[in-house]
Structure formats: structure tokens, C-alpha cells
């Protein structure tokens, strides 16, 4: 069983940034694929960016270059650095667990059997 927490959530301007964090129970977290998902209102919930056991990392072509997925092992702790945020970046955003797999991480939801309870992002334009 793994419990998510997240927080870090916010309002911010476009332009700006936002770090959330994720932080999971457990002793095992350093061993499986961890990943952002978000959910806009009116939309299917995608993922964003995903880290595998080893810190390898992929991202949504939405994400890229601007989002920045990371984990520290030691604090059971994911992070999405989120900069140069756009209007079109508001969304719940939730961490997950993929428990099955510690490489070659999926970003889609049906791969990710435990999820936090979300965090809501706001950009102004």
C-alpha cells in the first residue's frame, strides 16, 4: 500500500513557477516509476512526467523544456518544478505510483495504481 500527499499547489501569473511536491509512505518508493498527472476541468486526466527508479525521466511534449521531474529517495519525495507556466496549464495535479514497474516508466493512467489526492494549479493571464 502507498499513501500520496501532495502539496505546493498555488495561484501564480503566466510566466511564473510553481514546485509541487509529493511525499510517499512506504519503504520501497526508490524502487518504482512515480508520476505527475494532471486534470483540467471537462478533461481526461494525462500525464505530464514520469521518473523511473533510477532517476531516468520522460515527459509529456507539453511538458517539455518547461516542467522538470525529479525524486529524492532519501525523503520518499517527488517534485515538479513547473516554470514558464501558460493559460493553458491549470489543472488538478496528482502524483502517482506505478508499483508493477521500476524502468521504462508510462505516462498513462491506467499503468499507475495509487494516486494522491491533488493539488490545484491557477494561472493568470
Known amino acids: 500500500q502507498v499513501q500520496l500527499v501532495e502539496s505546493g499547489g498555488g495561484s501564480v501569473q503566466a510566466g511564473g513557477s510553481l514546485r509541487l511536491s509529493c511525499e510517499a509512505s512506504?519503504?520501497?518508493?526508490?524502487?518504482?516509476?512515480m508520476g505527475w498527472f494532471r486534470q483540467a476541468t471537462g478533461k481526461e486526466r494525462e500525464g505530464v512526467a514520469a521518473?523511473?527508479?533510477?532517476?531516468?525521466?520522460s515527459y509529456a511534449d507539453s511538458a517539455k523544456g518547461r516542467f522538470t521531474i525529479s525524486r529524492d529517495n532519501a525523503k520518499n519525495t517527488l517534485y515538479l518544478q513547473m516554470n514558464s507556466l501558460k493559460p493553458v496549464d491549470p489543472a488538478i495535479y496528482y502524483c502517482?505510483?506505478?508499483?508493477?514497474?521500476?524502468?521504462?516508466?508510462?505516462?498513462?493512467?491506467?499503468?499507475?495504481?495509487?494516486w494522491g489526492q491533488g493539488t490545484q494549479v491557477t494561472v493568470s493571464s
Open positions: 512506504g519503504n520501497s518508493y526508490s524502487r518504482y516509476c
Open positions: 502517482a505510483a506505478d508499483v508493477s514497474r521500476a524502468w521504462v516508466c508510462s505516462l498513462s493512467r491506467r499503468d499507475f495504481a495509487y
Open positions: 521518473v523511473d527508479s533510477i532517476g531516468r525521466t
